[in-house]
């Protein structure tokens, strides 16, 4: 049988599309034989930037639910647990990971920040049965506080 690497590049077009394990495999080794002219570039810089768009969108969703607990948190006194405590902790331990691997993502915190909140809002509403007037209009954090391991509203 006939190995990956050893067929042309026509022969290898719909590897992507059939067998993406396979592709990644085959177009690590081109690469790293320098075979570029043999390797899958448009797909590539197409997976490339997926991954960029993969980690924004986690940082987005750990800022919602870590604003989420900080908003139960702090508008639910007395329903605070070790439970809240713990995920706030875990979504800034993560987040922390997040921006140390990728340092640039720290920049699109606070361009976000609004349409992050709204969405956090939206889950403290479903899991406080508080109505959506009982939070702030404006996000009430600042970045520095939603990323400080000490702050608790």
Request: net charge negative; no cysteine.
């Amino acid at each position: 049988m006939q190995s990956q690497l050893d067929k042309t590049a026509a022969d290898r077009a719909g590897l992507y599309d059939e067998d993406f394990f396979e592709w990644t495999r085959v177009n690590g080794e081109l690469l790293r034989a320098g075979r570029f002219d043999q390797a899958d570039i448009e797909h590539i810089a197409e997976e490339i930037e997926d991954m960029g768009k993969r980690d924004l969108k986690e940082l987005n969703s750990r800022v919602r639910v870590l604003l989420s607990h900080l908003l139960k948190w702090q508008l639910q006194p007395e329903k605070k647990s070790r439970s809240w405590e713990r995920t706030i902790a875990s979504q800034r331990t993560e987040l922390g990971q997040l921006l140390e691997d990728s340092p640039s993502l720290r920049v699109k915190i606070q361009p976000n920040l609004r349409r992050n909140y709204q969405k956090s809002v939206h889950l403290a509403v479903i899991e406080t049965g508080l109505p959506k007037s009982h939070f702030p209009a404006e996000y009430p954090f600042t970045v520095e506080q939603i990323l400080d391991p000490e702050f608790l509203p």
